[in-house]
């Protein structure tokens, strides 16, 4: 058929996500797969989540609160920002798509960082804008370099902090002396889905620049630490103007009637999301041990990831660890080959993926 499909779909790619659990296992005939490769969170949701869904069930033939006022509300008391600067959707997927659908234009730019979320890229094409990607020294983003790449042209500036995929993060300093330069009709994006994981002691809590920048976005999820990635709740903060113009493009029921109240549940239980910050950290330092004795360069994590260079085939590694049943990232998919984007996972999953990775490379040198 000769369908008149728009140029920019025509020239855009299917986003590719890490292989279900499922379809390895029908694909290999294999009964024990270990997905350490879409930074899913391996210890779950809160209980007190689970409660909420099962409360929940008694009025799924009820449209959801459109404007999701209860999770709104629950942000508010605990962040101490106005609702009126918080906006939901279908996790920070739906946020990006809704603020490139409001701001973009055909041939205006986005500035971001060569290897970082590339949904920000989708959305920007979707769109007609121009891309423009910054080199990232040692795969850390470069703000002196996307302040240069500035034109006049530039309506959005996206940083992922910490970003995906590389793990790494910028400091408070670094920010400020960024921040300031920036035009006041450019919006920052500041996208934080990893936040929580972050231990780096010169961090810094986005929000508290919004009432000086009211060019300033900032970007969460539920989706990582507090392990909903199944119900897709994202949330950003913004000037109110600016909120008022992002409903009009969200999805009136964007956020389900369960993915509301699992939110605000799991918002409630920070010991939960303590012990799954403590957990995660555990597994980090596991991972900087084993990669530092096999003498693997590897980006230090302030997220529930690691990237490292493996010095080989990293989609033959892909390979071969399926087969072992280990899903993992290869660096080719992302950009960046020769590494591998590994989620890390409980204590057990870990020490069973390393023995499965050091396998790998022996059968590779051997020829096996």
């Given amino acids: 058929m000769n369908y008149r499909i728009r140029e920019e779909i ?10 279900p659990i499922s379809e390895v296992k029908r694909e290999l005939g294999i009964e024990t797969v270990v997905k350490m490769a879409s930074n899913e969170n391996p210890f ?8 909420a869904i099962l409360r929940t069930c008694e009025d ?32 920070s997927d739906s946020l990006i798509k809704v603020i490139s659908s409001t ?18 890229e989708d959305n920007a094409k979707l769109m007609g804008a121009v891309v423009v990607k910054t080199d990232m020294e040692k795969l850390v983003l470069n703000l002196d370099a996307m ?5 006049e042209k530039t309506k959005i500036i996206y940083l992922c902090n910490p970003n995906n995929p590389t793990g790494s993060s910028f400091g408070k300093a670094d920010f400020e002396a960024f921040i300031a330069k920036v035009s006041s009709d450019i919006l920052v994006i500041m996208d934080e889905a990893y936040r929580e994981y972050v231990t780096r002691e010169d961090y810094f809590d986005a929000l508290e620049y919004l009432d000086d920048h ?26 109110p103007e600016l909120v008022g113009y992002f409903y009009r493009v969200v999805d009136p029921f964007d956020v389900n009637l369960f993915a509301q109240e699992a939110a605000v549940a799991a918002l409630r239980d920070q010991a939960f999301l303590k012990e799954v910050i403590e957990r995660n950290t555990e597994g980090k330092h596991f991972f900087y041990r084993e990669l530092e004795k096999m003498g693997l360069p590897f980006v230090v994590s302030d997220t529930n990831f690691i990237l490292w260079d493996t010095k080989k085939d990293d989609m033959e590694i892909f390979r071969r660890l399926m087969k072992k049943g280990y899903i993992i990232r290869p660096g080719g998919f992302l950009g960046i080959p020769g590494h591998i984007r590994v989620t890390i996972s409980t204590m057990e999953n870990n020490r069973g993926f390393m023995k499965a990775y050091k396998e790998v490379l022996k059968e590779m040198e051997t020829g096996k």
């Fill in 103 to 120: 701001m973009l234009s055909r041939g205006d730019e986005i500035i971001m960082g060569e290897h970082s979320f590339s949904r920000y």
């Fill in 10 to 19: 025509k020239n855009m790619k299917r986003y590719v996500a890490g292989k």
């Fill in 147 to 151: 302040e240069k790449a500035i034109t």
């Fill in 214 to 239: 009211k060019n300033l976005i900032v970007l969460r999820t539920f989706s990582k630490a507090y392990g909903m990635a199944g119900l897709r709740v994202g949330y950003g903060f913004a000037d």
């Fill in 44 to 51: 779950g949701a809160s209980p007190m989540v689970k409660e």
């Fill in 60 to 91: 799924v033939s009820l449209y959801p609160d459109s404007g999701s006022f209860g999770l709104r509300q629950e942000l508010s008391q605990m962040t101490g920002r106005p609702m009126e600067e918080i906006f939901v959707g279908g996790g």
